[in-house]
């Protein structure tokens, strides 16, 4: 009867700590009690496969690293592409289109690269023919005084002191293209900007800015010296020869036909 009673407990105990044991090694580490693991479904990320998300994408090993921009918020017909050219220019010319806030590099083979701009009221003060006498990676900003006057907390940058450090808060942005004219500057200016948001848009202040990663792949295109034409292509009629070379030259005028391949050009 002892021996047996004996038995029991001991069976009992044993029970009782096995228990415990698989209980606390199931809080632990939430292990699974079974022998063989359970195969998991991996679920890859999305890729994503527009040329686009290379385009825009971050780009560090810049000086001051840019971040990636969000191009799906910025309407089709801004972002980088090749188009047909409406300018009838030499290649190798650049065309400020005030009208449609464009920027257009010819290239020949009636094509041109086509990048949307930003234009501020100094975007419209300066009209005409003129070249890039100069070009700066990572310029530093010197508001004029005019602009200082409106906004005294300006004044640390102003003439005289240097102007503001390079970096990605500085108003010209990665880039900065300098307009001449008969050997004077205009004070006119092609540069980036971080405010991606005002791309296709007239702003407050500033000449002509573009995306970033677009200026920084205009400044590669283009040499000092490139001829420049800042105009509004769609107020008054203007002779463009055939794409190809052959044929009468087509009249274009009025309001601009924009016709968008939508071909990404790196």
């Known amino acids: 009867m002892r021996s047996s009673l004996m038995q029991n407990t001991l069976s009992r105990r044993g029970f009782l700590l096995g228990s415990g044991a698989l209980a606390a090694l199931g809080l632990s580490g939430c292990a699974s009690t079974q022998t063989s693991p359970v195969p998991v479904a991996e679920v890859a990320p999305p890729v994503e496969t527009s040329a686009y998300a290379f385009m825009y ?4 090993d810049e000086p001051y690293p840019l971040p990636p921009i969000p191009y799906q918020k910025i309407p089709s017909r801004f ?4 188009v047909a050219d409406p300018t009838g220019e030499q290649p190798g010319t650049l065309v400020v289109d005030t009208g449609g806030h464009f920027l257009y590099l ?3 083979n009636g094509q041109a690269m086509r990048y949307g701009v930003g234009l501020g009221r100094a975007g419209f003060a300066w009209a005409g023919r003129g070249k890039i006498q100069y070009k700066r990676q990572w310029p530093r900003w010197t508001p004029p005084i005019e602009m200082v ?4 907390e300006l004044a640390p940058y102003g003439v005289g002191t240097g102007g503001m450090e390079p970096g990605l808060k500085n108003p010209l942005g990665a880039r900065a293209l300098y307009i001449f004219q008969n050997g004077q ?3 006119y200016r092609i540069h980036g900007s971080p405010e991606w948001w005002t791309i296709g848009k007239s702003v407050s202040s500033g000449c002509v800015r573009m995306i970033n990663q677009d ?5 590669d295109r283009v040499p000092d010296g490139t001829p420049i034409v800042v105009t509004d292509l769609s107020a008054a009629p203007q002779m463009v020869s055939a794409p190809d070379g052959f044929g ?5 005028g009025g309001p601009q036909v924009i016709v968008e391949p939508s071909q990404p050009v790196f």
């Open 57 to 60: 994408g971050p780009k560090p």
């Open 79 to 82: 972002l980088r592409q090749m």
């Open 215 to 219: 200026v920084v792949d205009l400044y």
């Open 248 to 252: 009468a030259p087509q009249v274009i």
């Open 106 to 108: 010819t290239l020949g």
């Open 185 to 187: 500057d205009t004070l």
């Open 149 to 152: 006057a409106r906004q005294p």
